[in-house]
């Protein structure tokens, strides 16, 4: 084996094209890229034929909860992060509601600390606002720490741990904060106790699963999400919806980005699946929050994926043990484990739905490292790391069992048209033939670099 190796033949898709060509490693960086496979013969350079074969840059999850600290027999970094780079994900970003949560320079040290020697990906974290902590993140932003982290979360009006941002003081002061992105999850804490009190009357404590959607209601969504749009508005925040789940916010985010170009969206393939019509079958395997809407918004999403409105897409991957999803709605948490599906599901969806697969790149790679500032990752560029996937798109297999701690996945027995045949991260090769390469204990994985991101 020597340094340098050459990937011929591929199709290579960014979010602006996609051609056949060549495609240089060297010094775990992208040495070339050659539409049309012009490259001359390379000297002493390792060659991989991937004809036929999709070649993207490796996948940049955003949203993920690995679970670490506090809640490790869930999950845990190294366990989910393996899992990851089998689904093609070669970089994520953890969200702070751990336990403690991450809502200071202390228990992001820990994080990152604990990330360095255990993680297979490239890794990053987010730090968490509440009602007393932001001006805590203003001044680790204006010392020049804002590079260690990659947005600041909020939670809008629906709590986790001590992080509901509830008080409009505190809301306007985290909106008004420029140089990183603000990530909301938009849910109304009042709509939703009141729905839940009213099926509590209704069912007492055998509240039917299909409600959920009823409870965690769209109009809880829409409100929540309607005023996070407002306040971006206001003070020209960089403002990055997360899980969007209904049409109304389709069409709220295409206006409200008219008016404020620094406005983003994600949604999760969750959304772009599964419809409220499988919690009958599914029960609480399928329960999270947001809930999964109907078949009507799942169109309008993945109308929104084609036509650029949802700009990222993240898995949200939330693992929570078997036995826990099986207990009754009120007892039973929200989360799904899918990091390892998400990529593979997406391209799916893409090529099922007539989306060109340039949008799958830009979605999973381009626009996550824009939109956080990572730096020199997410594009299939001469000088960036080597994080690469490749995937066959004709190779698909049923969904086994994953590589996810809690040992399940609402995706298991589906059947995606495609499959993640070859991962590289940082110009070492550490998943063939879908399953892991001895070379992954040398694929030096590292913290992920956060670049001041523009602001208006």
């Known amino acids: 084996m020597t340094d340098r190796l050459i990937l011929r033949n591929a199709t290579m898709v960014t979010g602006n094209s996609s051609a056949i060509g060549d495609l240089g490693i060297e010094g775990g960086r992208i040495s070339g890229v050659w539409p049309g496979g012009k490259h001359k013969k390379w000297p002493a350079a390792d060659e991989v034929d991937l004809q036929g074969k999709i070649l993207m840059a490796g996948g940049i999850d955003t949203h993920v909860h690995f679970r670490e600290p506090g809640m490790t027999r869930k999950a845990d970094i190294a366990s989910e992060s393996a899992a990851a780079l089998l689904g093609g994900i070669t970089s994520f970003v953890d969200m702070p509601n751990t336990n403690p949560p991450t809502v200071n320079l202390s ?204 700009d990222t897409i993240g898995s949200d991957h939330a693992p929570h043990l078997p036995e826990e999803k099986g207990r009754p709605y009120l007892t039973c948490p929200s989360g799904l484990p899918s990091v390892q599906q998400s990529l593979p599901m997406a391209v799916h969806i893409a090529m099922s739905q007539g989306i060109p697969l340039t949008r799958i790149a830009s979605a999973f790679s381009e626009k996550p490292a824009s939109i956080f500032g990572i730096e020199s990752r997410g594009f299939l560029k001469k000088g960036c790391f080597a994080d690469l996937v490749v995937i066959d798109p004709a190779g698909g297999q049923p969904f086994g069992t994953p590589a996810y701690k809690c040992g399940w996945t609402p995706y298991e027995g589906v059947k995606p048209c495609c499959r993640v045949e070859m991962v590289w991260i940082n110009g070492i090769r550490v998943v063939k033939d879908g399953t892991m390469c001895p070379e992954t204990a040398q694929s030096n994985p590292r913290q992920l670099r956060f670049l001041p991101t523009l602001s208006s």
């Open 107 to 310: 228990t992001l040290e820990d994080k990152l600390q604990r990330a360095s020697g255990s993680s297979l990906a490239n890794y990053g974290f987010h730090i968490g606002a509440t009602n007393d902590n932001i001006e805590q993140i203003q001044r680790y932003i204006s010392l020049g720490l804002g590079t260690r982290f990659a947005g600041i979360k909020v939670f809008m009006g629906s709590s986790t741990g001590n992080m509901l941002v509830d008080r409009d003081s505190a809301l306007e002061k985290v909106f008004g904060i420029h140089g990183k992105p603000i990530l909301v999850h938009s849910e109304d804490e009042g709509i939703i106790k009141k729905n839940l009190l009213e099926a509590s009357e209704k069912y007492g404590e055998s509240i039917p699963f299909p409600m959920h959607p009823q409870i965690r209601s769209r109009e809880a969504c829409i409100k929540s999400t309607r005023k996070a749009l407002d306040l971006a508005i206001k003070y020209g925040t960089r403002l990055h919806v997360l899980h969007v789940s209904t049409s109304e916010e389709v069409e709220m985010l295409r206006e409200a980005k008219r008016i404020n170009p620094f406005i983003t969206a994600e949604t999760s393939v969750n959304y772009l699946w599964f419809s409220d019509e499988d919690y009958a079958r599914m029960g609480g395997m399928l329960k999270s929050n947001p809930a999964v809407k109907s078949a009507e918004d799942r169109s309008a999403l993945i109308e929104a994926l084609s036509d650029g409105t949802i």
